[in-house]
Each structure stands twice: as C-alpha cells, then as structure tokens.
C-alpha cells in the first residue's frame, strides 16, 4: 500500500515572513494530520528553535534539524540519527576557518548537553543579533577566547558576515569531499551564513533514512532555497514556494503559494480535496 511522507522546510516556505506559522496553516495542517497525513519539517534551526517557531503544530513523525545532522524525535529531543565530525575532521574545518580570518559558532554536545559556542570578542553585527535574538536560550556557551571553542561532539560550524568576507572558506569547503556545506544569504538580514556539516548531514540523506523509518514509499517536499535542493533530488515530487530562489524552482516539479500566503498548506488542502493525499 502506497504511503506519502510530506516534509516542509520551516523558514521561507512553511513559515510567514514574520517567522511563525500562521493561524490557518496550523488548523489546516492540524486537520490533515488528525486525519492521518504523515507530515514532517526539514529545517536548518535546532529543535529548540523550531518548536519555538512551530508552536502549534501537531507534529508526530520524527523532524529533522540542522540541515540533516540529526533526526530527532520532536516530543523527547531523543537522537535517532546523528551525523558528527570525526576529531581530524573539526581540526580540518578549524585550519580553514583561520586561515580565511573566521571565528564560528560552534555547535556541539558537550557533556550531553546541547551547546552553541563562540568567542566573545569576535562577534559581529551578524552574529550578536542572533545570539540576542534567543534570549534564555540554555544553548548559549559564550568563551572569553578561542580556548574551549571545539570541545564536545562537534557537529556545526556556522560563520555568518558580509559575503566577500565569507566567499574564500566557501571556495574551500565547498571543494572538500570531507564536509558538507551551504552558502545563502540569512532571509530576514543583509548578512550572509556560511553553513559546515559532516559529508553525510544532508535533508536528503536523512529524509531517506526517514522515509525507511516510517514505511513510506514516496516523498513529497517542499522548500525555498538552495539548501533544499538535495531533498528536491531524493523527493517523487517538490514544489518551491513561490518566494523560493530561481535554482530551486528549476528543479521543483511545480511552484506553489508563497509563504505569505499559505502556499504549503493550501496544497496540501487542495490535494486532500482532490482525494490524492
């Protein structure tokens, strides 16, 4: 029996321009998952973040964070796929980021617990509106200098800048077959986010493991910009959002509804309608 699982990214596609799901989204969403829709997000943020913008939304299948490093069930935070960096390989980064004049924040579990670190004297305008964007945020590892900064499991290294600052690390990571990384302006500021993963912490990646986890036999996903296009690549149909970037829509088996106008769960109303969800 054919089963569908349908995975949305969060920012610029499920989510308004005002970063939250709006009021009939969420009913619409609500409504067909009640009635057994097998839904899920795909998003860059951490579970911390997404649920905070989620909030609302009865999400029951396993979501995926921080671009595909890890497959997380929504209602314990349990791990049930974890993609980390080996020692060599946050080393390596480490070298590249230096070289290139970078201080990242560094996402880690250290002690297993779930930390952001970064070098207090090396903030920018980037990077201290979104530290001050998550006040009480229990993630928060501040470091009077770069002593600590690697410590723990190491999984994320985020440098966020002025794109002629970030471009030479891009033309280096993006060349090394040990990691994965994305490079696109933030949605809501002038900066740009240079992004670094394990090889293996993609959407796609982990909405196949997914996928297999849930029994399903087809995808259909939904998103906005360029770190959706691997999930477009493993997906039997994808549709851009109609604010997405013009690569996305290239590949997208059609373009919806923007995120200002409820252009994900409209389809997907329209699509239970039709009897084909």
Known sequence: MEKT?????LDGTLLTPESRISPQSLEILNNLIDKGMCFTYATARSLTSASKVAQGLTVRAPVIVYNGAFLLDPR??????????????????????????LSPTVDAYIAGE???????????????HFIQSRPADPRMRPLPS??????????YFTC???REDL???????????????TFQQEIYRPEFWLEIMPRKATK??????????????RVVSFGDAVNDIPLFRVSDECYAVANAVNALKEIATGVIGGNDADGVARWLLARAQAGNL
């Not at 699982?5 to 990214?9: G, K, Q």
């Not at 770069?146 to 999984?155: H, K, N, R, S």
Request: charged fraction near 25%.
């Open 114 to 128: 779930l930390k952001k670190s970064w070098v207090m004297s090396r903030e920018n305008e980037g990077v201290r």
């Open 76 to 101: 314990t935070g349990q791990r049930l796929v974890s993609q980390l960096f080996a020692p060599r390989e946050v080393q390596a980064a480490a070298a590249i980021l230096f070289s290139c004049g």
């Open 160 to 162: 966020i800048g002025a």
């Open 146 to 155: 770069a002593e600590g900064l690697y410590d723990g499991d190491v999984f």
């Open 167 to 181: 471009l030479p690390a891009w033309e280096r990571f993006r060349h090394d077959e040990r990691f994965t990384c």
């Open 5 to 9: 699982l349908y995975v949305s990214d």
């Open 204 to 217: 796609a990646n982990a909405i196949i493991k997914l996928k297999g986890l849930l029994g399903c036999t």
